[in-house]
Every structure is written in C-alpha cells, then in structure tokens.
Nanobody, 120 residues
C-alpha cells in the first residue's frame, strides 16, 4: 500500500489549490481516504474524509463550505479542492488510508505530506 500526496504550494489568501492523493496497492472501495494537516508546533488535525464504498464525504467544521473532497476510482486518486484559503490553512497536508474518522488511529497507511502555504 502506498499513498502519494501532491499539489501543495504557495497561494495568496482567498486563492485555491487542489491536492491529490494517488493510491496504489488497493482500490478506493477497500479503504477510505482521509486528509489531515499539521502546522508547525501543532498536533495533526483531521480535515476531511472520502469513503467510496458508502459514497460519503466528511469535513471538519473549519473547512466546511470551502474544501471539497472527491474520488476518481478509475485513477485510484482522491482530490481535495481547497477554496477561499486562509493563512490558518497553512500546514503540511497528509493523506491516509483507513476508515473515516477524526482520529489518526482510524487510519492504517500514510502518505508523505505536501506543504500548503497561504501568504501574501
């Protein structure tokens, strides 16, 4: 099982980015994919989760209405579309495979992380 996160970068406040999490070694029907983020000096924070098997998406309150998670089964990839970005969204973003939940313990496999910096 491998997860490859990509798409991070530097963006101005109010801007948008799309993160990708490419999965290999399993299909999206088998594991849910979650996104977490970790800012310097802070604990890893759950952001969103996509479950292809039950057709559900979940969001943390801090990103609800601004972020959209989706999956492409053909590409075995989950996307996190991030709009109206704020400085407080700055963090390393990680994708993980497991069961949808807010705790890191719900996930069995982790990608390497991609940096998102929101700054003018």
């Amino acid at each position: 099982v491998q997860l490859q996160a990509s798409g991070g970068g530097l963006v101005q406040p109010g801007g948008s980015l799309r993160l990708s999490c490419a999965a290999s070694g399993f299909t999206l029907d088998y594991y849910a994919i979650g996104w977490f983020r970790q800012a310097p000096g802070k604990e890893r924070e759950w952001v969103s989760c996509f479950s292809s098997s039950v057709g559900s998406t979940f969001y943390a309150d801090s990103v609800k209405g601004r972020f959209t998670i989706s999956g492409d089964n053909a590409k075995n990839t989950v996307y996190l579309e991030m709009n109206s970005l704020k400085a407080e969204d700055t963090a390393v973003y990680y994708c993980a495979a497991g069961h949808c939940g807010w705790s890191t313990k719900a996930y069995d496999y982790w990608g390497q992380g991609t940096q998102v910096t929101v700054s003018s």
